[in-house]
């Protein structure tokens, strides 16, 4: 956990409305916020298809449970999932539902044994859980620190005197409404007028959070145990102009970009012609090359938006906040959304939104298109956090686990728990390709039940092209011996 001695924070006086108080800054160095440099060899194969196959059945926040399991699966840890832990984590023991989607699962090393929830781990305190949950406990705590945060207030259902008072506080702004505690950018309305804000305001039966909008790049920001991550910038639908193509021709060559990509195909951009309209713009003009056209406002994926990478790109000043932030929450991995406001100028300042005691993570693992930062480090350095011995073990970067099968096992509640092999370095890892001639001309089936016979872990996968892909983990006595099932003329070694 990080260190909250008081000797080490610098303190300053802060004035905000009509109230003064002392604001303590947690210094951060520059180690900290230098992204790790793992190299390829140290985090997954982002593009090998059995490691991407649940991210064709998934889109939920289970997929976070499945990269921390993998980060730790492929560093030799034991890794466990299980329908419930009532009787053994009692930091998980209350949850609204346990572990039918596979969200619960533990890793061991021998000696101690963590649980997780997704990307939460049992290191993060109920406390700290409590804060993040509440918006308005974060951005007071935040606030002690002297990190900066939007000028908000909770509005009760029905009280528009209070929300009439707050925006005729901030003359001339544009305001933001969002839940109390929520997620994902749920239910979040944006740069509103004062007028938008009541009008709101009539139809909502509960208490939100009623804030100044603040225009700027916005990001979502990792960082864990005290050490920037990495980052992702939010982006609103768009394209970019190459000269040739038009509006049209150039949302239809992004879309099938999207459509080819297991997180993005069913999150089309979509064109509003009244949106161009009001740019002087039409979907069948020409953009020239590099001129951006916007096709919306709304910085999510879901609305036509993309989240490309951003881990190094992103300046020292935002960087060195969001770890200030992790560090106050004292929670081991925040997500921390953030507004840079006059990014890359003298008069550049960061605005906190919210902190993620469980952010999603695959953002990072798997943006559009290949970018530098890429892969499951916000995972690996989860990891490292709860088991520092392993910092340094040798990494299966193509060893994957069949985490759609084991969804449905656990979801028919037939099991309890259902553990991983722990790899061994001993072990290979090896793969076999049949085309679709070689699949009808062998019993592929009953070669695939010898070879688990022998203990191996065996996995199958047809691509979309026919092939069928046969990988096999196990000892390399083992896996020759499997081997011998198979005739030599059959198939194609295509190993990881």
């Not at 730790?72 to 466990?80: P, T």
């Not at 000269?243 to 993005?264: C, M």
């Not at 290979?428 to 203990?455: K, T």
Request: glycine share 8%.
């Amino acid at each position: 956990m990080p260190s909250r001695r008081k000797e080490h924070r610098k303190t300053r006086t802060v004035t905000k409305g009509r109230y003064r108080y002392s604001a303590t800054r947690l210094p951060v160095s520059l180690a900290q916020i230098t992204p790790p440099n793992t190299g390829e060899s140290r985090t997954c194969a982002v593009s090998d298809p059995f490691i991407l196959r649940p991210f064709w059945e998934y889109r939920d926040e289970t997929l976070d449970a499945y990269l921390v399991a993998l980060a730790a699966f492929q560093r030799g840890l034991r890794v466990s999932f299980h329908f419930e832990v009532t009787r053994d984590c009692e930091r998980f023991s209350r949850l609204p539902r346990q572990g039918g989607m596979a969200e619960l699962f533990s890793v061991s090393d021998g000696r101690r044994t963590h649980y997780f929830r997704r990307a939460q781990g049992d290191g993060t305190s109920l406390q700290a859980s409590r804060i993040m949950d509440h918006k308005p406990s974060t951005k007071k705590l935040l606030t002690r620190y002297g990190i900066s945060v939007p000028e908000g207030e909770v509005i009760q259902a029905g009280d528009l005197e209070r929300a009439r008072l707050f925006c005729r506080q901030h003359p001339g702004k544009q305001f933001l409404i969002k839940p109390i505690a929520g997620t994902l950018g749920r239910d979040v309305h944006r740069n509103l007028s004062a007028e938008q804000v009541l009008e709101h305001l009539e139809d909502v039966d509960e208490a939100v959070l009623l804030e100044v909008f603040y225009a700027g790049n916005e990001y979502r920001v990792h960082v864990i145990g005290g050490q920037y991550i990495g980052a992702i910038t939010r982006l609103p639908a768009g394209v970019m102009g190459d000269g040739r193509q038009t509006e049209k021709e150039l949302v239809e060559s992004r879309n099938q970009l999207r459509q080819a990509h297991p997180l993005y195909r069913y999150m089309m951009i979509e064109i509003n012609d009244a949106f161009l309209q009001s740019q002087q713009l039409s979907q069948h003009m020409v953009p020239r090359v590099g001129q951006w056209i916007s096709l919306g406002s709304i910085p999510k994926n879901s609305a036509g938006g993309e989240s490309p990478i951003r881990t190094y790109a992103l300046g020292e000043q935002a960087r060195r906040v969001a770890v200030q932030v992790q560090l106050a929450l004292a929670a081991p991995n925040v997500g921390i959304d953030l507004i840079v406001c006059d990014e890359g100028t003298t008069r550049e300042r960061v605005i906190v939104l919210e902190a993620n005691q469980c952010p999603f993570q695959t953002a990072l693992m798997a943006p559009l298109e290949a970018s530098p930062g890429m892969g499951n480090h916000t995972a690996e350095a989860l990891i490292d956090t709860y088991f520092p011995a392993s910092r340094l073990a040798p990494r299966w970067p193509a060893a994957s686990f069949d985490f759609v099968a084991l969804r449905a096992g656990l979801s028919a509640g037939n099991v309890g728990s259902i553990a991983l092999p722990v790899l061994q370095p001993h072990w290979q890892h090896q793969r076999l390709s049949l085309d679709e001639h070689a699949q009808s001309q062998v019993d592929w089936h009953r070669r695939i039940n010898v070879m688990r016979h022998l203990g191996l872990w065996v996995q199958t996968m047809v691509l979309p092209t026919g092939a069928r892909l046969i990988d096999v983990l196990g000892p390399a006595t083992s896996v020759a011996e499997g081997w011998k099932a198979w005739p030599a003329s059959v198939g194609n070694r295509c190993d990881p």
